[in-house]
């Protein structure tokens, strides 16, 4: 059961397309436009500090990049708690909050790449504005669904649990610490361990970019790697996926598995479970007197003494009952202001788009039918290898205790870094990057199918496994009826995550730069890189809205209504 | 005082709730008064809105309509003095037992080390020492309740409410738990000054309380307050125990009425439109089976439920079906079989098919529905579609409980079936058949 929770998709899958889908087009319509208007007046000559690709310096770009991740993720992890606490405890401003939520993370974060950075820089100072965007495009891969985790939690709390909080006067500081957070810290770990590995996904495309003649780049393991693959230096390229790989392994072991572990007490269900997760960090930990010296003499001691502060403290806050008269108008004011701004961006957006050329919206068409074609291969291949496989390990317990482990860390080594190795290869075989696009497509996506096909497998009864077998069916039919109705929901969860993959993996797939030589498919991902790279600014931002509509139409068209039926008919439950 | 001894006081509550246009009324202005001293327990069949009427009580749920008054005071938010034990003991899964009951003073700001002391001796008090550091999880449920009571109790409330405690629990540690609240309470051991109890168990009521408030449902309202003045401990053999309960019996399944107005009214007409009970047929089968052994096929409502060992609930829904369909007839506490009845429990399971087809079909809610299908096209509708139609009646979940129920009767009676891939309800084609030839 362990991948069933590391990725699950956290949508809210019972809407339908509404009124609020639209405006949240339009308002990312009018953001996008905005965030390129100041990139079209940022400066134009910077300097970038070259990229050493000397072994002597990869362990302070891996500690750099490292850094980077960190802050991006306890900005997500804020902005989440924030934001998913506004969208579950307030009806209307859930209306909005959901559906913005729910196409943002449908928006290929590489398009607001230029946006973000470019913006940035032109209201910050250079260093720091360069080093806080990176941050912020980190943060644009790991946050949202973490967001819908902690959302999902906090509307799944029993409703006795709130009514025992309220019955008791448990004041905000309380209520969060021995609710919320307990309630949602599986859901968050599990979530945190597929935002980094978001996070490392984007790393390389973070930390260098090139918009027009701008050329920026951050010293860090992402840079590192993208200047070898640039350079076709092999030696350095093998050891900074090496230190990548080191780096993933050490926070699995030192960090998630061990969370993990820990996290067993926040179970839900009142039955112990047969096999929990284990870590020997874990175990160390706690059998070190050093350790249990300072938990019990600092640390403890410590966390009462902010706990009990901070009880007191929001308790007068909850006393005294704010203004109600007030709060509301400034709202109307500020509601009425950002209406005026969306619909000002709005027609400046149109405006940019009117400059787009018709043969460019029938490429942009075109575009978008050759990458379907391309995320459906990428998901047929996908899902040809991951059922058999998943299945086999998922049936067998013995088996799924060995690989489970290793196909998580898997799953976390982000596509990007094994592109331009993967690239050496594919190039030279027949189809080229037509050929490469796909696979590299694959590359990113196939973990989710595999996990969710494990953990759909090793939910299925024995007592049904036992009775396909005195019923002497034949393999097939043993599939048929019972196999593969069981992992069906999982393969679909898994698919809708994936087929989001592929489609943002796009942008990197189908237009590559490898050892000073441009390659390039057409397709939707390629123009939007192509745009980026030029600095076509109407055209870029005509694709990304083409492909964030394809994206969320396909998914409430296609995914949910399979999700729907799915739920319905096959889950065990 | 000049509240004279009354520490609670709800005057003209009502609790009203919309779904679309319509407007159901879960509870219908109901006054009470619990004094100090008392325990009351509030008895009713499910959906009389008794719950309800305890989250208002202690101000988790605010009334559409009316006041609640506590010494006198109206009340406004949560009411402090007054906390609730649950049915599904809503303990905190992450914390420690001893951490469930520290919690509670946590809130109020107890310092650390005397909210440790004051929870252990709860715990102790509970009988649930060595077992601190425990976690719920490893609790048995009569354990767990008992967490349950020791957070209540932590924060010394006057009022201690309580929601059905015992009927998650196993009947034995029911048993046990029920005597050992009593022998706090009547103990004095406890600063508690008045229980209030919501329960469907008659038994359970008439065992501890001190005063059973009847409640009926359609819409929720008191029917009875009736006072119970038998000593403290209580025997469930003592004569005057079972005639308490008995009398409890003949107060909740009242009298069979008139065939039309047992039925009620089609949805969509004048009248109220009679709920389905939502019991297996299996079960009514077993209860009208049990009916037809005893003399002369009829038998006190209590000694029945003992005999069957099902909970009160659950029986004064079958005596509810059984009475719809024509089955059985219910007077002074006291159940008959018809002639009808007899004849279902004595025959092969295809007449049983046949009789019960014959009494759905009379049925108002069947006969609006059958001729609902046969106008239809290809004599087929969603449920959806009927599910809509009932929300007229009742509220969406009740609405939905009875298109399951009207499902599961007409598969039954093979009036009707159903296709859960299509959602769609469908006659049986023999009902079309029947139709053609009255035509």
Same mark, same amino acid.
């Given at each position: 059961?362990?991948?069933?929770?590391?990725?699950?998709?956290?949508?809210?899958?019972?809407?339908?397309?509404?009124?609020?889908?639209?405006?949240?087009?339009?308002?990312?319509?009018?953001?996008?436009?905005?965030?390129?208007?100041?990139?079209?007046?940022?400066?134009?000559?910077?300097?970038?500090?070259?990229?050493?690709?000397?072994?002597?310096?990869?362990?302070?770009?891996?500690?750099?990049?490292?850094?980077?991740?960190?802050?991006?993720?306890?900005?997500?992890?804020?902005?989440?708690?924030?934001?998913?606490?506004?969208?579950?405890?307030?009806?209307?401003?859930?209306?909005?909050?959901?559906?913005?939520?729910?196409?943002?993370?449908?928006?290929?974060?590489?398009?607001?790449?230029?946006?973000?950075?470019?913006?940035?820089?032109?209201?910050?100072?250079?260093?720091?504005?360069?080093?806080?965007?990176?941050?912020?495009?980190?943060?644009?891969?790991?946050?949202?669904?973490?967001?819908?985790?902690?959302?999902?939690?906090?509307?799944?709390?029993?409703?006795?649990?709130?009514?025992?909080?309220?019955?008791?006067?448990?004041?905000?500081?309380?209520?969060?610490?021995?609710?919320?957070?307990?309630?949602?810290?599986? &859901?968050?770990?599990?979530?945190?361990?597929?935002?980094?590995?978001?996070?490392?996904?984007?790393?390389?495309?973070?930390?260098?970019?090139?918009?027009?003649?701008?050329?920026?780049?951050?010293?860090?393991?992402?840079?590192?790697?993208?200047?070898?693959?640039?350079?076709?230096?092999?030696?350095?390229?093998?050891?900074?996926?090496?230190?990548?790989?080191?780096?993933?392994?050490?926070?699995?072991?030192?960090?998630?598995?061990?969370?993990?572990?820990?996290?067993?007490?926040?179970?839900?269900?009142?039955?112990?479970?047969?096999?929990?997760?284990?870590?020997?960090?874990?175990?160390?930990?706690?059998?070190?007197?050093?350790?249990?010296?300072?938990?019990?003499?600092?640390?403890?001691?410590? &966390?009462?003494?902010?706990?009990?502060?901070?009880?007191?403290?929001?308790?007068?806050?909850?006393?005294?009952?704010?203004?109600?008269?007030?709060?509301?108008?400034?709202?109307?004011?500020?509601?009425?202001?950002?209406?005026?701004?969306?619909?000002?961006?709005?027609?400046?957006?149109?405006?940019?788009?009117?400059?787009?050329?018709?043969?460019?919206?029938?490429?942009?068409?075109?575009?978008?039918?050759?990458?379907?074609?391309?995320?459906?291969?990428?998901?047929?291949?996908?899902?040809?290898?991951?059922?058999?496989?998943?299945?086999?390990?998922?049936?067998?317990?013995?088996?799924?205790?060995?690989?489970?482990?290793?196909?998580?860390?898997?799953?976390?080594?982000?596509?990007?870094?094994?592109?331009?190795?993967?690239?050496?290869?594919?190039?030279?075989?027949?189809?080229?990057?037509?050929?490469?696009?796909?696979?590299?497509?694959?590359?990113?996506?196939?973990?989710?199918?595999?996990?969710?096909?494990?953990?759909?497998?090793?939910?299925?009864?024995?007592?049904?496994?036992?009775?396909?077998?005195?019923?002497?069916?034949?393999?097939?039919?043993?599939?048929?009826?019972?196999?593969?109705?069981?992992?069906?929901?999982?393969?679909?969860?898994?698919?809708?995550?994936?087929?989001?993959?592929?489609?943002?993996?796009?942008?990197?797939?189908?237009?590559?730069?490898?050892? &000073?030589?441009?390659?390039?498919?057409?397709?939707?991902?390629?123009?939007?890189?192509?745009?980026?790279?030029?600095?076509?600014?109407?055209?870029?931002?005509?694709?990304?809205?083409?492909?964030?509509?394809?994206?969320?139409?396909?998914?409430?068209?296609?995914?949910?209504?399979?999700?729907?039926?799915?739920?319905?008919?096959?889950?065990?439950? | 005082?000049?509240?004279?001894?009354?520490?609670?006081?709800?005057?003209?509550?009502?609790?009203?709730?919309?779904?679309?246009?319509?407007?159901?009324?879960?509870?219908?202005?109901?006054?009470?008064?619990?004094?100090?001293?008392?325990?009351?327990?509030?008895?009713?069949?499910?959906?009389?809105?008794?719950?309800?009427?305890?989250?208002?009580?202690?101000?988790?749920?605010?009334?559409?309509?009316?006041?609640?008054?506590?010494?006198?005071?109206?009340?406004?938010?949560?009411?402090?003095?007054?906390?609730?034990?649950?049915?599904?003991?809503?303990?905190?899964?992450?914390?420690?037992?001893?951490?469930?009951?520290?919690?509670?003073?946590?809130?109020?700001?107890?310092?650390?080390?005397?909210?440790?002391?004051?929870?252990?001796?709860?715990?102790?008090?509970?009988?649930?020492?060595?077992?601190?550091?425990?976690?719920?999880?490893?609790?048995?449920?009569?354990?767990?309740?008992?967490?349950?009571?020791?957070?209540?109790?932590?924060?010394?409330?006057?009022?201690?409410?309580?929601?059905?405690?015992?009927?998650?629990?196993?009947?034995?540690?029911?048993?046990?738990?029920?005597?050992?609240?009593?022998?706090?309470?009547?103990?004095?051991?406890?600063?508690?000054?008045?229980?209030?109890?919501?329960?469907?168990?008659?038994?359970?009521?008439?065992?501890?309380?001190?005063?059973?408030?009847?409640?009926?449902?359609?819409? &929720?309202?008191?029917?009875?307050?009736?006072?119970?003045?038998?000593?403290?401990?209580?025997?469930?053999?003592?004569?005057?125990?079972?005639?308490?309960?008995?009398?409890?019996?003949?107060?909740?399944?009242?009298?069979?009425?008139?065939?039309?107005?047992?039925?009620?009214?089609?949805?969509?007409?004048?009248?109220?439109?009679?709920?389905?009970?939502?019991?297996?047929?299996?079960?009514?089968?077993?209860?009208?089976?049990?009916?037809?052994?005893?003399?002369?096929?009829?038998?006190?409502?209590?000694?029945?439920?003992?005999?069957?060992?099902?909970?009160?609930?659950?029986?004064?829904?079958?005596?509810?079906?059984?009475?719809?369909?024509?089955?059985?007839?219910?007077?002074?506490?006291?159940?008959?079989?018809?002639?009808?009845?007899?004849?279902?429990?004595?025959?092969?399971?295809?007449?049983?098919?046949?009789?019960?087809?014959?009494?759905?079909?009379?049925?108002?809610?069947?006969?609006?529905?059958?001729?609902?299908?046969?106008?239809?096209?290809?004599?087929?509708?969603?449920?959806?579609?009927?599910?809509?139609?009932?929300?007229?009646?009742?509220?969406?979940?009740?609405?939905?409980?009875?298109?399951?129920?009207?499902?599961?009767?007409?598969?039954?009676?093979?009036?009707?079936?159903?296709?859960?891939?299509?959602?769609?309800?469908?006659?049986?084609?023999?009902?079309?058949?029947?139709?053609?030839?009255?035509?």
């Amino acid at each position: 059961m362990l991948g069933s929770r590391l990725f699950r998709v956290n949508q809210p899958l019972y809407r339908s397309l509404s009124w609020a889908d639209v405006l949240v087009l339009i308002g990312i319509a009018a953001l996008l436009y905005a965030a390129l208007r100041l990139a079209v007046d940022a400066p134009m000559a910077l300097s970038a500090p070259t990229i050493d690709l000397s072994l002597r310096s990869l362990p302070l770009y891996t500690g750099l990049s490292l850094m980077r991740m960190v802050a991006a993720y306890f900005l997500s992890l804020v902005f989440s708690i924030v934001y998913g606490r506004a969208a579950a405890y307030n009806r209307q401003a859930e209306q909005v909050l959901l559906p913005v939520l729910d196409v943002l993370q449908s928006v290929p974060i590489l398009s607001f790449l230029p946006a973000v950075l470019l913006g940035l820089s032109a209201i910050l100072p250079q260093r720091l504005a360069v080093e806080l965007s990176s941050i912020v495009l980190i943060f644009t891969s790991q946050v949202w669904n973490l967001t819908f985790a902690w959302y999902q939690s906090l509307t799944t709390i029993p409703k006795e649990l709130h009514e025992v909080s309220a019955c008791f006067g448990f004041n905000s500081w309380l209520r969060f610490t021995r609710l919320e957070l307990p309630f949602a810290a599986i &859901g968050l770990i599990w979530n945190s361990m597929m935002s980094w590995a978001g996070g490392w996904f984007f790393l390389m495309a973070a930390e260098m970019f090139t918009v027009g003649q701008r050329n920026f780049r951050l010293p860090g393991l992402g840079a590192y790697l993208q200047e070898a693959a640039n350079q076709g230096n092999l030696w350095a390229l093998g050891w900074g996926i090496f230190a990548l790989l080191l780096l993933i392994v050490v926070l699995d072991q030192l960090i998630w598995r061990p969370f993990l572990v820990w996290s067993e007490r926040f179970k839900l269900q009142m039955v112990p479970q047969d096999n929990p997760p284990t870590s020997w960090f874990y175990d160390l930990l706690r059998s070190a007197q050093l350790v249990t010296w300072l938990n019990v003499h600092v640390v403890r001691p410590f &966390g009462e003494a902010v706990d009990s502060f901070l009880l007191r403290k929001s308790l007068v806050h909850g006393r005294v009952a704010a203004p109600q008269q007030s709060r509301v108008s400034v709202g109307r004011i500020l509601l009425v202001l950002l209406v005026l701004g969306l619909v000002y961006g709005l027609l400046r957006a149109a405006q940019m788009l009117s400059a787009v050329p018709p043969a460019q919206w029938g490429d942009i068409a075109l575009g978008i039918g050759l990458t379907l074609l391309r995320v459906m291969g990428a998901l047929a291949i996908a899902l040809s290898w991951t059922i058999p496989l998943g299945v086999v390990i998922g049936t067998n317990p013995q088996l799924a205790r060995w690989l489970q482990p290793l196909v998580q860390v898997a799953a976390s080594v982000p596509a990007t870094a094994l592109f331009p190795a993967a690239l050496l290869v594919l190039l030279r075989l027949p189809g080229g990057l037509h050929l490469a696009a796909v696979v590299l497509m694959l590359m990113g996506t196939q973990w989710y199918l595999l996990f969710n096909v494990i953990a759909g497998a090793s939910t299925i009864p024995q007592d049904l496994k036992y009775t396909t077998a005195l019923l002497q069916m034949s393999r097939w039919r043993r599939w048929r009826t019972l196999i593969l109705p069981s992992v069906f929901p999982f393969v679909i969860t898994g698919a809708i995550t994936a087929s989001g993959g592929a489609w943002n993996a796009s942008i990197v797939a189908e237009h590559v730069e490898f050892a &000073g030589e441009a390659h390039s498919v057409f397709g939707i991902g390629a123009l939007i890189a192509k745009a980026t790279a030029i600095g076509d600014y109407p055209l870029l931002l005509a694709a990304t809205l083409a492909m964030v509509l394809t994206v969320v139409l396909i998914n409430r068209l296609v995914w949910r209504r399979l999700y729907h039926v799915a739920e319905q008919r096959y889950r065990m439950e | 005082m000049h509240h004279n001894g009354v520490l609670l006081e709800i005057r003209h509550v009502s609790q009203v709730f919309y779904s679309g246009s319509k407007r159901f009324e879960a509870i219908h202005d109901v006054n009470l008064a619990v004094r100090e001293g008392e325990f009351t327990a509030l008895l009713g069949p499910s959906g009389c809105g008794k719950s309800t009427l305890l989250r208002i009580i202690t101000g988790l749920q605010s009334p559409t309509e009316g006041q609640v008054f506590y010494r006198g005071v109206p009340q406004q938010g949560v009411n402090p003095h007054a906390t609730i034990v649950f049915q599904t003991f809503a303990l905190f899964p992450w914390l420690t037992v001893l951490e469930n009951v520290e919690v509670a003073l946590e809130a109020r700001v107890v310092p650390k080390k005397l909210r440790t002391a004051r929870a252990l001796d709860l715990l102790d008090r509970v009988g649930l020492d060595g077992f601190e550091n425990a976690y719920p999880r490893e609790l048995s449920g009569g354990m767990r309740q008992k967490v349950g009571f020791a957070r209540a109790m932590a924060v010394e409330p006057e009022l201690l409410c309580l929601d059905e405690p015992f009927s998650a629990l196993d009947v034995l540690s029911a048993e046990g738990l029920r005597g050992e609240l009593l022998e706090l309470w009547t103990g004095n051991k406890i600063p508690t000054r008045a229980i209030l109890m919501v329960t469907h168990n008659i038994e359970e009521a008439v065992l501890m309380a001190d005063r059973i408030v009847v409640m009926d449902r359609n819409p &929720g309202r008191v029917v009875f307050d009736l006072d119970v003045d038998l000593p403290h401990p209580r025997s469930q053999r003592d004569r005057q125990f079972m005639e308490l309960v008995d009398r409890v019996y003949a107060i909740l399944t009242g009298q069979t009425e008139s065939e039309e107005v047992e039925l009620g009214s089609a949805p969509g007409e004048p009248g109220r439109t009679r709920a389905l009970p939502s019991i297996s047929i299996t079960d009514l089968a077993g209860l009208l089976e049990k009916l037809n052994e005893a003399p002369q096929n009829s038998t006190d409502i209590y000694r029945l439920s003992q005999d069957l060992k099902v909970d009160s609930n659950h029986l004064l829904q079958l005596i509810e079906a059984g009475e719809l369909l024509g089955f059985a007839t219910v007077a002074q506490g006291d159940i008959s079989l018809t002639p009808l009845g007899e004849t279902f429990a004595e025959a092969s399971i295809l007449a049983r098919k046949e009789i019960f087809a014959t009494r759905l079909r009379r049925l108002p809610l069947f006969k609006w529905l059958m001729t609902m299908l046969r106008a239809a096209d290809k004599q087929r509708l969603e449920l959806d579609v009927i599910q809509t139609a009932l929300e007229l009646e009742f509220p969406v979940e009740e609405a939905r409980r009875q298109a399951e129920t009207v499902v599961s009767w007409g598969r039954y009676a093979e009036l009707l079936s159903y296709d859960d891939d299509s959602g769609m309800i469908s006659l049986e084609p023999e009902q079309v058949e029947t139709m053609r030839v009255s035509l």
